[in-house]
């Protein structure tokens, strides 16, 4: 198994809600800094959001007051809960370690889909 195990993507219409989990490896939860990605078609890999240890938490642009990013640490798991999706949301979702030298292994990353 990974590093990362990401899930919970679907085609969802505009509008709708899609929660996103992140199962993360023990030595990747020890980093405690924790964030989510994605990448859409053609485009580079962006940062979404980002929680820290004691989860306080900063978003892009884009999806402030849309997304909210969360942790479980008793589960090693970390969430994202997405509301009212556009389409220009859609990519594959990863999480992984924001920084630069501690970042582990990209997962397979989760497919969200957002339908005009």
């Known amino acids: 198994q990974g590093e990362f195990v990401e899930s919970g993507g679907a085609l969802v219409e505009s509008g709708g809600s899609l929660r996103l989990s992140c199962t993360a490896s023990e030595t990747m939860w020890s980093v405690y800094l924790m964030a989510w990605y994605r990448q859409a078609p053609g485009k580079e890999r962006e940062l979404v959001a980002s929680?820290?240890?004691?989860?306080?938490?900063n978003y892009a642009d884009s999806v402030k007051g849309r997304f909210t990013i969360s942790r479980d640490n008793s589960e090693r798991i970390v969430y994202l809960q997405m509301n009212n999706l556009k389409p220009e949301d859609t990519g594959v979702y990863y999480c992984?370690?924001?920084?630069?030298?501690?970042?582990?292994?990209w997962g397979q990353g989760t497919q969200v889909t957002v339908s005009s």
């Open positions: 929680i820290s240890g004691g989860s306080s938490s």
């Open positions: 992984n370690v924001p920084h630069p030298t501690l970042k582990g292994r």
